[in-house]
C-alpha cells in the first residue's frame, strides 16, 4: 500500500475549493464593526425641524413624569432602570433618523415637495452642525416603482446635494444612509446602486459614500417568481452599499392579504418574512431592523397603559429572536423602546446557567459588546475597564 501523501491531498482539495473560499469570504464578509441603532425613528418631512430630536426627548421625558407610577409598574419596579431610561432620553433619546418622504408625508405637488427637500436638508445640516443630530441620519424617498420612481429621485438627487452643499462638504453624510422602499425586483437594487453612483460622480462625492437600506415590504422581496429568496440576491446585488434590511409591518401585511386588524409584528406572516431576512443577511455584515407598532401609547391612561404595554413586548419579543433594531414612530415609545432594550441585556447578563461552548461564548461577547454599545451595560457590570 502506498504512503498517505496528505501534503499534495490538502494541496488539491485547496485547489478545488479556491472559488468557494474566495466567493464565501466576498459574500459573507462577517460582521460589520460599527455600533447598530437600537431603533429608527421616522419623521414625516414637513415635520422635521432642526430641534426634532431635541424635541422628541423632551416629550418623551414630559410623559415619564406624567405617568410614572405606571411606567414604574411596567417596568417590573425597577428604579435604576427607569433611571437609566431618563438618562438617555435626556442626552440621546434618537440612536437613528429618518426623515421621511414616502408614506408618512404622503403625494404632494413637485414644488411643495421640492421645498419641503430643501427645508429638510438645511434642517439636518443646522442639527449636525449644532451636535444635536442622532449618530445616524437619512432620508426615505418615494420607490423607484414606475409611477413613483421619477418624483423619488429627483427628492434624493436634490437632498444630497443640498446637504452636501453641491458636494463641497461630506461631512453631513457622515452616518448617513437613505432608505429604498416597496422592492419588488434585484433590478431596483441594481438601479439603486447605479443612480448612487451617478450622484457621487456628479456632485463630486467620495465614491461609495451613499449608502441605503432595502424595505422588505412586498412578497416579491422574500419570494420571487422563480420560487427563491431574492432578499439574498438583493443584498449581493447592493455591491456593499446596502447597510441594512428593515421590515414594513404594515405594507407587508396588507399585500399578503392580512386584515387591518391582525395585521403586527407578531403575526406568523411576518415572522416568516423576517426568518428569510434573518437567514439572507447573516454572515454579510447587514444589519436588520424590525418594523412598526401603531398602537401608540397617547390619549388618557389607559390609552398609554396600552400602548406602552404593546411596545414593551414588541420590542422584547424583536430582541430574544436576534432583531436588535426596530421602528419607532412617536416621541412615547421612546421610554419603553429604551427600557426593553436595557432590561433585556441587563436581565440575561447571568452566563451561569450556559453550557460553555465556542459558538455559545462568540454569541455572549456579542451580547455583552451590543449591551454596553446601547448603554444598557456599564463597564463594571460586564467586568470591563
Sequence with gaps: MAPLDLARLTGELDARLATADADLARHYPGPRPARQPVHTVYVPA??????????????????????????LELVGGDVDLVARVRARL??????????????????RADDEEDAAVLAAADALR???????????????????????????LRTLATFVERLTDGGSDEGPLTGFVVTLPKVTSV????????????????????????????????????????????????????????????YGTYDYSAFVGIA?????LDHPAADHAKAVMQAAAAGTGVWLSDGSTNVLPVGDA???????????????????????????LHPAQLPTRYAATFAF??????????????????????????GR?????????TGGE
Excluded: N
Design 126 to 152: 443646522t442639527a449636525v452642525a449644532a451636535g444635536t443630530a442622532p449618530p445616524s441620519s437619512g432620508i426615505r424617498f418615494k420607490s423607484l416603482e414606475r409611477p413613483t420612481r421619477h418624483r423619488g
Design 345 to 370: 441585556y441587563r436581565e440575561r447578563l447571568d452566563r451561569s446557567a450556559v453550557l460553555e461552548e465556542p459558538a455559545t461564548d462568540r454569541a455572549l461577547a456579542d451580547f455583552v459588546r451590543r
Design 46 to 71: 414637513d415635520r422635521f425641524a432642526a430641534d426634532t430630536v431635541t424635541t422628541y426627548g423632551e416629550v418623551a421625558l414630559g410623559l415619564l413624569d406624567e405617568h410614572e407610577a405606571l411606567f
Design 187 to 246: 433590478d431596483q437594487v441594481e438601479a439603486m446602486v447605479h443612480a448612487a453612483a451617478h450622484l457621487e460622480t456628479g456632485l463630486g462625492l467620495q465614491p461609495g459614500s451613499l449608502r441605503f437600506e432595502i424595505q422588505v415590504e412586498t412578497p416579491q422581496s422574500i419570494l420571487g417568481a422563480d420560487g427563491t429568496a431574492l432578499v439574498a440576491r438583493m443584498i449581493q446585488a447592493a455591491d456593499g452599499r446596502c447597510t441594512g434590511l428593515h
Design 260 to 264: 387591518g386588524p391582525y395585521q403586527s
Design 373 to 381: 454599545e446601547c448603554g444598557a451595560l456599564d463597564p463594571v457590570d
Design 302 to 328: 389607559a390609552g398609554v397603559r396600552r400602548g406602552w404595554e404593546t411596545h414593551l413586548r414588541l420590542v422584547r419579543r424583536a430582541l430574544e429572536r436576534g432583531f436588535y433594531q426596530g421602528w419607532d
Design 90 to 107: 435626556a442626552s440621546r433619546p434618537v440612536d437613528d433618523l429618518r426623515i421621511d418622504f414616502e408614506d408618512g408625508y404622503g403625494v
